[in-house]
């Protein structure tokens, strides 16, 4: 079984576990999210093909639309992440100030 810097809880919700890796948060067509260990914000980066690849750069590529992970994109996304904030990712909202809001200040 491969260890996973994530967790995923319910239907829309992404829990970041690992400060050292950065998830990279791939939605369809969407603009790419990295959440890291101080926050979140747009990835202009180039995404990694290949698992080894992600790993030499830190990083771990979430596509919500597999299977293992929510089975299709969605339109709302919620991420616990390490800087002990809850994001809300609203993809109905791409360009906006709103696209990533911080939904919850401490959730620990």
Known sequence: MIDKNYITSGRNTIIHKN??????????????????????????????????????????????????????????????AMDNKEYKIDYSKVGTPSFIKVHQENYI
């Open 19 to 80: 400060k050292k890796i950065d998830l990279l948060v791939v939605n369809g067509i969407h603009p790419i999210v990295i959440v890291s260990n101080v926050g979140m914000g747009l990835y202009k980066g180039i995404v990694p093909k290949k698992r080894s690849e992600a790993k030499k750069a830190y990083q771990e590529v979430v596509d919500v639309s597999m299977t293992e992970i929510f089975g299709e994109e969605k339109t709302l996304i919620f991420v616990q």
